[in-house]
């Protein structure tokens, strides 16, 4: 049994799940002096934190839940395998969740959450910046921005309303066609008459070896860990104890619940229901040199992204609101793949290994990050969607202001879904 501390005193901090958010949680607690122990039922980093795009995606502060998505759903609905699909006999169940994000998509909740965006990503580039510096992983950033695209001057100038909100944050960008087009990145389809360009865009340069790296270092700083799979939170007078599905218990003085898209029953033990659900999502990633590169790649209307990485050229995306036990599809990854090598004529497309992941998603694209209504104690950080990777470390900062009593780095965390 560990020691149990009160108040803001350091005391053993236990993590539930061992992905990118718990780890970033691990570093950034151990930086205030706490003692951290990870629980991980399956490998490090082989949830969503394995195989996503890799991107540090700080401009990206629209949430999915927009009247931009509202028009283009129907159309995407109707192609099978086109970047949005739900499988009929999921309907019934996710139903409820997608009636949320109709109305987080009306115009003033859309509004407060792309201000509550617009403040967690200033935090996630700042934090993120300096979590790169203070862990070693600075060389395992690329910052070439990031390159979006348009087929129609429609599109284009569908995506402006986009624009013009990213412009008020602050967010810098160049709309670019023609020569400074093709200097950005030489070889694309002429099917793609403009696009915009972010620079302050980065990618990391494999999301399963940046999540590693960061394992690394916290177990270099005394973090522990016990393997096994977490089934109940109780509060105790004075902590937690943690019950595992192996019949082995763990107490802490905190837990911080980071499973990603598997936190439901967690914090629904704690009397908690929160719609987090999973948009799955899918790749494929080529060997290095399928492709001549220069920055990550976004085809908006397709909802995929070709993303350099150190291990290969990664083409993927598309959301499946699928539910977490079903088998993939990989006709997805194999769909994505075709429209690429059109995209990119010469895409070399052999010899890619497929991977689907499970994006943990909150109707109004929002994470919570907060305490549980159960106990003080209890914390949650998950559902981040498809920002994970980049809002780790402002997530992790967040918590270790919970904690210790500080004010919050950031004015609106949303401890909720604002449901
Ligand atoms: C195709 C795709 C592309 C993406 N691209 C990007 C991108 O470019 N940039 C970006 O920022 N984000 C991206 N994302 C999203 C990002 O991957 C996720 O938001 C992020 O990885 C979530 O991290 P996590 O640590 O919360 O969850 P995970 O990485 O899924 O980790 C959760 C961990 O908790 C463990 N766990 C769960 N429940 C329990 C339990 N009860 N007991 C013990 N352990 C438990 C799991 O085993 C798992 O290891 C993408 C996602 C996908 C699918």
Do not use: C
């Not at 402006?160 to 030489?186: M, N, Y």
């Not at 439901?264 to 908690?272: F, I």
């Not at 470390?393 to 909720?416: E, H, N, Q």
């Amino acid at each position: 049994m560990n020691p149990i501390l009160d108040g803001r005193e350091p005391g053993e901090v236990a993590v539930v799940g061992a992905g990118i958010v718990g780890l970033a949680i691990a570093f950034h607690l151990q930086n205030d002096g706490h003692r951290v122990r990870l629980i991980e039922r399956g490998g490090i980093a082989e949830g969503a934190s394995r195989g996503n795009a890799g991107a540090f995606a700080f401009a990206d502060i629209l949430p999915l839940a927009s009247p931009g998505m509202l028009r283009k759903a129907p159309k995407w609905l109707f192609d099978p395998l086109g970047p949005l699909s739900i499988p009929p006999a999921y309907l019934p169940t996710i139903a409820p969740w997608l009636l949320r994000f109709w109305r987080a998509s009306l115009p003033d909740r859309y509004r407060h959450s792309v201000t509550a965006q617009g403040e967690l990503m200033r935090l996630s580039a700042s934090a993120m910046d300096a979590m790169v510096r203070d862990a070693g992983l600075s060389s395992r950033v690329r910052s070439d921005g990031n390159l979006q695209f348009y087929e129609t001057e429609a599109e284009f100038r569908a995506s402006l309303t986009g624009w013009d909100a990213k412009a008020r944050e602050g967010i810098p960008f160049e709309h670019v066609s023609g020569a400074r087009l093709a200097e950005l990145q030489p070889g694309l389809s002429p099917r793609f008459i403009a696009g915009s360009f972010t620079p302050h865009w980065q990618t990391v340069d494999d999301p399963y070896h940046f999540t590693l790296a960061l394992f690394d270092k916290v177990m270099a700083q005394g973090a522990t860990i016990s393997h096994g799979e977490v089934a109940a939170v109780e509060p105790t007078g004075s902590g937690v104890r943690l019950r595992l599905s192996n019949g082995e218990m763990v107490d802490a003085a905190r837990v911080v619940i980071a499973g990603g898209a598997w936190s439901r029953p967690l914090a629904l033990g704690l009397g908690d229901a929160i719609p987090l659900e999973t948009e799955r999502g899918y790749n494929t990633t080529l060997p290095p040199g399928a492709f001549d590169l220069k920055r990550q790649l976004t085809f908006g209307g397709h909802g995929f992204v070709v993303t350099p990485l150190s291990t290969g050229i990664r083409v993927g995306g598309a959301v499946e609101l699928g539910g977490l036990t079903r088998p993939p599809n990989f006709k997805r990854s194999d769909a994505m793949l075709t429209k690429a090598s059109a995209f990119l004529p010469g895409l070399k497309t052999e010899g890619g290994t497929q991977w689907m992941g499970f994006r943990p998603s909150l109707p109004d694209t929002l994470p919570v990050i907060g305490r549980s209504t159960a106990s003080t104690r209890v914390l949650y950080a998950f559902g981040h969607g498809h920002s994970g990777l980049t809002q780790s470390a402002a997530t992790g900062r967040l918590v270790a202001d919970m904690i210790a009593g500080r004010p919050p780095s950031t004015p609106s965390v949303p401890t909720v879904s604002d449901e």
